[in-house]
């Protein structure tokens, strides 16, 4: 959803479920699905999960020295909820673990983007992820 020239909101969501004699576990929890939580906190053989994020460009002026390296700066706010059960599970909100965040992704012209995640929970400290390549 583009809310100026420059500024959208972005959205996530996914749906993961194994079923047969093989079943796979799914794990939330880390930079890539729940933000704010550390990797695999939530597991089950189902997974649900969804993002909102606010992206705001920061780009450099063309006079800046920093533009021969960066394309530009993005500043970003989340929120990221999602659950992950097992088999027989009754699927209510207690099931749902939501964590906030801010951070900031540094576009260049050499390389992948990248990504620098603060997230926080009602339960926890600030997490802090840097990872490589746009979440969504």
């Not at 939530?42 to 006079?63: D, M, Q, W, Y």
Request: zero cysteines.
């Amino acid at each position: 959803l583009k809310l100026s020239r420059r500024t959208v909101i972005a959205t996530r969501y996914l749906s993961r479920n194994t079923w047969g004699s093989d079943e796979q576990i799914f794990y939330l929890g880390g930079p890539w699905t729940l933000r704010g939580y550390d990797f695999g906190t939530f597991n089950g053989i189902n997974s649900l999960i969804g993002g909102v994020e606010l992206r705001i460009p920061a780009n450099f002026s063309r006079t800046d020295p920093m533009e021969d390296l960066l394309l530009g700066v993005a500043l970003h706010g989340f929120v990221d909820t999602g659950a992950a059960w097992e088999r027989g599970t009754d699927i209510d909100q207690d099931l749902f673990h939501t964590a906030y965040g801010l951070g900031f992704t540094v576009m260049n012209r050499n390389f992948a983007p990248v990504r620098f995640d603060w997230g926080w929970h009602k339960d926890s400290h600030v997490d802090f992820s840097f990872d490589v390549g746009l979440m969504f």
